[in-house]
Nanobody, 116 residues
Framework: QLQLVESGGGSVQPGGSLRLSCVASGFSLDYYSIGWFRQAPGKEREGVSCIDTSGARTKYLDSVKGRFTITRDNAKNTVYLQMNGLKPEDTAVYFC?????????WGQGTQVIVSS
């Protein structure tokens, strides 16, 4: 079964950190560009960060630049999103997406809650 599984979400206070993981099973992430997206209650899903197949090129949503870092470990078939300096507005369900040519996979999401 081809799937992506996110983990690492949780509840933290403002200023805290979390590291999200996205693990692929049933296929290799080596040739896939990976994106992290999030969806807050009542809002549309938005792209947070993405990384190319080599890990050399990354992009970030303006509001997370300098706080979030996306990395990948192809040997572990995993992509990470390190989130530091979390703010209440970062509260959302975070999803990872693997995209290559006509293939597009989504995980089930992991909840992040930032609240005092």
């Amino acid at each position: 079964q081809l799937q992506l599984v996110e983990s690492g979400g949780g509840s933290v206070q403002p200023g805290g950190s979390l590291r999200l993981s996205c693990v692929a099973s049933g296929f290799s992430l080596d040739y896939y560009s990976i994106g992290w997206f999030r969806q807050a209650p009542g809002k549309e899903r938005e792209g947070v960060s993405c990384i190319d197949t080599s890990g050399a090129r990354t992009k970030y949503l303006d509001s997370v630049k300098g706080r979030f870092t996306i990395t990948r470990d192809n040997a572990k078939n995993t992509v990470y999103l390190q989130m530091n300096g979390l703010k209440p507005e970062d509260t959302a369900v975070y999803f990872c997406n693997a995209k290559r040519s006509g293939n597009n996979y989504w995980g089930q999401g992991t909840q992040v809650i930032v609240s005092s």
